[in-house]
C-alpha cells in the first residue's frame, strides 16, 4: 500500500485506534529505555529500577530515579507528532492507547487518552492506594494525604499487571476500529504487541511508525520508516500542524 491510500484511507476512517510508545516521545527529549541512561543512571538498567523487587530493596533508589524522570517529564514539550494526533481527534472518532507515563499526549490536547502503563504525574498509596499528584517541589518519597503511608510511583512495573478495565477498552478500540495506527513502540511486551495485530485481523488498515524494524513489521500494510514527526507529518499532511 502506498502513503496516498493510507493517508485516504485515515481521512475517511470513521475509527482511527493509535499505539504509541516511548519513542513518539524521544523526539521531546524524553529518553526511550532502550536508550543507554546517562550520568549518574548510567550504571543501573531501567528495568531494574522499574520493577517492584527493586523498590522493594532500595524504595529511595527508585523514587529517586522517578523524581527526576518526572522533572525531565514536566520540563519536555508535546512534539508535532502528538499535536498532530491530537488535531485529527477533532474530526474523526480516534483513541490514543499509550504505553508513555508522560502524559504529552493530553498536554497537546488529546481527550480519548487510555494510559496502559500508569503515569509519572501521579503517586499511588501502598496502603489504601489513593492517588495524588505530584507538586514539582515534591520531596521522595509523597506522603498519602488520608493515611499518611508512603505512596509509590503510579505506574505499572516490569512483572505487575496492567490495569484491567483500561486493557479492556483498549483490546476493544483496536478491535473496532478502521484505521490502526502503531507508533514509536517495539512492539516486544504484551498487549503493545498483540494490539495492531488483532485489528488487523478484525479487517483494519495497519500501519507502522518506526525507524526500526519491529515484530509487527510484518503485518502492516504500510510501514512508515522514519521518526514519529517525519512519519505522522507525511500520513496526516495538514494535520500535523
Ligand atoms: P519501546 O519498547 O516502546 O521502544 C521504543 C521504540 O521507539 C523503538 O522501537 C524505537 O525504534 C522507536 N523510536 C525511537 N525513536 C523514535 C522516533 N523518534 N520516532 C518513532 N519511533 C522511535 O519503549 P522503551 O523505551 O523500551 O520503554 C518501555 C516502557 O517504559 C514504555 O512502554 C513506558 O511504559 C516506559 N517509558 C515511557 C517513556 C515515556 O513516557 N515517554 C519513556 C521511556 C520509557
Ligand atoms: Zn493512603
Partial sequence: MNLEIAKNKI????RVAVLTGAGI??????PTFRDAQTGYWARFSPHELASPVAY???????????AERFITCQTAQPNA?????AALEQRTALTVVTQNVDQLHQRAGSQNVLEL?????TARCEKCSHVQALSPDFVPPPICQKCASRMRPNVVWFGELLPRAILEQAWKTFEQCEVAL??????LVEPAASLGRIAKESGALLIEVNPEVTPLSKYADLRVSSSAIKGLGALLGEYSR
Avoid: P, R
Fill in 25 to 30: 516521545s524521544a523526539e521531546s527529549g524524553i
Fill in 11 to 14: 481521512n475517511t476512517a470513521a
Fill in 56 to 66: 522493594e530493596k532500595n524504595a529511595e533508589l527508585v523514587w529517586q530515579w522517578y
Fill in 117 to 121: 502503563h500508569g503515569n509519572i504525574t
Fill in 81 to 85: 507528532a502528538h499535536t498532530a494526533l
Fill in 182 to 187: 502503531v507508533i514509536g513502540t517495539s512492539s
